[in-house]
């Protein structure tokens, strides 16, 4: 195995095309064909499957090139470390459930450490999908919550991803609500008093067990549900129709706008949110950082 064997396997992943991947790396197809099948054969996998629609990555492939990216991004570190030099993109992931912290500590991150040239990814996506993406190195971190009711079932996926959870603070369970809805003049409020209104979670595709549910509560009947993908379209239904959705209060009026607050919930219940990170790979430096910014902006949200 060699870095540019692995250059080769991570160009043709992204640009999904093997003529395009020799263009931009100004080799000869063949000679790119064959570096890869040598590598296939080195390690006894199948990274690619060819097809006359294109290629597409095995399982085992893109587990491979979890790995590849990260031995090529501590392989540019050095080089930058000792000739000053970067040839190569920062790059970065974060995989998280619908937090504004996330979003600002992953901003802040950009505008400090994304240099002249870089390519970093928030992907806001399913619980499941977020311990997924870390396992496979397809993510730096993964940002998620753990309570009573979901605890056992969700750190058993961990311990069996190779992942550990780390606690960024403990929350009381709020509801968001349009600041003209119904409930905004109350100062907390009761499960009874958000009987009447439509309920919005987040979609969890083919994971949509409780366990790996968003949002705390959920088995709890409710006669209205709303379902969404992102955020956006949340926070639009929750004015629209005066729904409400449960969840940390933590909330951005930067990123989301003074029209959404944050009401306590009277149950006894709560949320402790944190990140994952692989057992046995090292942190990277930007991962380091983002962590501290994630810090710093919990404290800033709970102080609020």
Known sequence: MTLKQLRYVVEVAETGNITEAAKKLFIAQPSLTSAIREL????????????N??????????????????????????????????????????SAQHYSFVVEAFVELLEKYGGEKYEFHMRETQTYDIIE?????????????????NETVIKKTLRDNGLNF?????????????????????KSLSLEDLKEYPRLSYEQGSHNSFYFSEEILSTI????????????????????????????????????????????LKVDDYMEIGYILPSSIPQSQLTKNYIEMLVKYTAEGKNN
């Open 133 to 149: 993406d870390v396992a496979k190195l397809r993510s730096e971190i993964g940002i998620l919550y753990i309570n009573k009711f």
């Open 40 to 51: 296939e054969n080195e390690y006894n996998i199948t990274i690619f499957t060819r097809s």
């Open 221 to 264: 009947d409710s006669d209205k549900e709303i379902i969404v993908r992102d955020r956006a379209t949340l926070f639009n239904l929750l004015i629209g129709l005066n729904g409400y959705t449960i969840c940390s209060g933590v909330i951005s009026e930067e990123l989301n706008g003074a029209n959404i607050i944050a009401k306590p």
């Open 166 to 186: 780390h606690l960024l603070f403990k929350a009381k369970p709020h509801v968001f609500i349009g600041k003209n809805s119904p409930l905004a003049k109350k």
């Open 53 to 94: 629609k294109g290629i597409e990555i095995t399982p085992e492939g893109d587990e491979f090139l979890g790995y590849a990216r990260q031995v090529l991004d501590q392989a540019n570190l050095i080089e930058e470390k000792y000739t000053g030099v970067s040839h190569s993109k920062q790059r970065f992931c974060v």
